[in-house]
């Protein structure tokens, strides 16, 4: 039986997965075990770890209630890193997926789980060089989590959009916003979690799945949400690691806004209806960005993703007063409003410059210098 260990209610923490890349032409190079060597001469505290192969490296922040102090423990970080990959001559960057690595140039990184990972799944261990944020949500009980992750699940378009970065893949342009999530739907046990209403019924599937051997632990889920027991928490899974330094932390924030009202509201309304366009809706987010088109089954409506996205954020304006995320919200109403998005400002550099090379120079400067609110220019 998983024991889910209670945590503080609306704490956060984040998790960013970054591109290391050669300073020659940007591609990928296999610099984790010498950064992490370099890094580490000096005691830092702060969780940098590798990841599932040797061009990524994986950073963690500490529990934060305010995200105004995880904005400053990732400066830090990103200060550690940066002096870190300057010794190495190294670049780092954010964005989804690197827009012309080649997944055979992939080396696994030698960890027992990401071993067994590459022995099961074959050449999708190497293809999952793809780099993202996930958002830890504090929650009371297991019950709560349950709830928390179905309520959650029916504005995954809206993170989506905010944070699509990966608009190049293996050196074309896929037209989509994000290409990242095409690597990740690959894995059998990809999606959504299975309509439970509470955490004994999540424990029976979960022991059942188990008891076929299909899993060994929650690790084995590629859900795009998930109960985390070990932490206390629901992880957000889908997101694209953004280009911005700061632009984690808004996508945090509006986490924080979303559980506060799930908690306070006390939802419970968990049924499969809800899930019946999840696939579609998200297909839409993918694709057209803040152009998508959102299917409410419930309602029986279509509206615009942008549309959807300003209105649940006048809905939210109480509560991110409530949590001091004001500036926080704001940004986040002005990247709907003015559809900023990665995936657009990454386009427009291949358009002025012609070359893929140059597109990864600058969203390596961006992640490694820009001060926080500025945009990628």
């Not at 989506?160 to 990740?184: E, H, K, N, W």
């Not at 206390?232 to 280009?243: K, Q």
Request: aromatic share 10%; hydrophobic share 35%; glycine share 6%.
């Amino acid at each position: 039986m998983l024991e889910f260990n209670q945590s503080r209610p609306l704490t956060l923490g984040v998790e960013l997965e970054l591109m290391i890349l050669n300073r020659r032409d940007y591609n990928l190079t296999r610099g984790s075990d010498d950064l992490l060597l370099q890094i580490n001469r000096q005691p830092h505290g702060y969780d940098i770890k590798p990841e599932i192969t040797q061009g990524m490296i994986e950073i963690g922040t500490a529990i934060h209630h305010d995200v105004n102090e995880m904005q400053q423990e990732l400066l830090a970080i990103r200060r550690l890193l940066v002096a870190g990959a300057h010794k190495l001559n190294l670049g780092l960057a954010g964005g989804g997926a690197h827009p012309f690595q080649h997944w055979d140039d992939q080396r696994i990184y030698p960890k027992e789980r990401y071993q067994l990972v590459s022995e099961l799944y074959g050449y999708l261990a190497k293809q999952f060089t793809v780099y993202g944020q996930h958002i830890h949500i504090g929650c009371p009980d297991g019950d709560a989590a349950v709830r928390l992750t179905h309520y959650l699940s029916r504005y995954i378009p809206h993170f989506i959009a905010l944070s699509a970065s990966s608009p190049f893949y293996q050196g074309v342009d896929t037209v989509f916003q994000t290409s990242r999530l095409t690597s990740v739907n690959a894995f059998p046990l990809s999606g959504c979690m299975p309509v439970v209403d509470s955490w004994q019924a999540f424990n029976a599937y979960f022991e059942k799945m188990e008891a076929l051997r299909i899993v060994a632990s929650m690790k084995d889920f590629y859900w795009d949400i998930r109960p985390k027991p070990e932490y206390g928490t629901v992880e957000i899974r889908i997101c694209d690691t953004p280009l911005s330094i700061d632009t984690p932390v808004l996508l945090a924030a509006y986490a924080q806004m979303l559980a506060r009202r799930c908690f306070e509201e006390e939802w419970n309304d968990i049924s499969g209806e809800g899930y019946l366009t999840y696939s579609y809706n998200r297909f839409q987010a993918c694709r057209f960005g803040f152009d998508g088109s959102l299917v409410d089954p419930r309602a029986g409506k279509q509206q615009g993703l942008q549309e959807d996205l300003l209105e649940t954020l006048r809905e939210l304006e109480p509560h991110a007063a409530a949590l001091n995320s004001q500036a926080q919200w704001a940004a986040l109403r002005q990247h709907a409003l003015k559809c900023h998005s990665d995936s657009r400002w990454l386009r427009q550099v291949h358009e002025q410059s012609g070359s893929l090379s140059e597109v990864v120079r600058r969203q390596s400067e961006h992640w490694m210098y820009a001060e926080p609110g500025s945009r990628p220019c």
